[in-house]
């Protein structure tokens, strides 16, 4: 589930580059690999006190 809503997450933000799906077409599946990955190293942000 939580693999699914990131891939879709991910997926979405594309869609927002461009009118409607037309980014979608462009895309290859590095770039949703690489996608993914900025997702979770955002979402797994650990800040650090000094």
């Known amino acids: ?22 980014r979608l077409k462009e895309i290859t599946k590095e770039d949703i690999n690489q996608r993914v990955q900025q997702f979770r190293e955002l979402t797994n942000y650990q800040a650090e006190l000094s």
């Open 1 to 22: 589930m939580k693999t699914a809503i990131i891939v879709g997450s991910a997926l979405a933000s594309f869609c927002v580059e461009k009118f409607g799906t037309t």
